[in-house]
């Protein structure tokens, strides 16, 4: 079964992915922030992570750079409604600039969800 690590300060967020990635028949392992996130993914690494950019102990950005800098391989789905920094399209771009395979807007749909988890997983 594939796995997902879901990052996300926001506990409304994490189950809405778990939700509907769970659904789908991957096994799903959560964080509450990017220094946790990192670690789990450290400890085990998964098959998917999905992180947010925009987080209270230390930022989505700083994540996946971070991340992907140790471990090259990793894919990764940096997701942003952007907060009370606005639009979210150019962190989002940035994002994929340092390391991220693919990025959305949030909300999303469970579509459009599972169709960017399928592309980035070679499904």
């Known amino acids: 079964m594939p796995s ?3 990052i996300d300060d926001e506990e409304v967020v994490r ?5 509907i990635l769970a659904e789908a028949g991957f096994d799903v392992v959560e964080a509450e922030g990017g220094e946790q996130g990192f670690t789990l993914y450290h400890q085990k ?3 998917l992570v999905i992180a947010d950019l925009f987080m209270g102990e230390q930022h989505g950005l700083e994540m ?3 991340l992907t800098q140790q471990h090259p391989d990793a894919k990764v789905i940096a997701i942003s409604g952007g907060g ?3 639009d979210p399209d150019t962190f989002l771009k940035f994002a994929q600039s340092v390391g991220a ?3 959305l807007p949030k ?3 469970p579509d459009v969800l ?3 988890v399928q592309k980035v997983m070679g499904r």
């Open 4 to 6: 997902v690590l879901i």
């Open 15 to 19: 189950t809405f992915l778990r939700e």
């Open 45 to 47: 690494p998964t098959d």
């Open 64 to 66: 996946i750079l971070r």
């Open 84 to 86: 009370e920094f606005g």
């Open 101 to 103: 395979t693919e990025a």
């Open 107 to 109: 909300p999303m749909t």
């Open 114 to 116: 599972l169709q960017t």
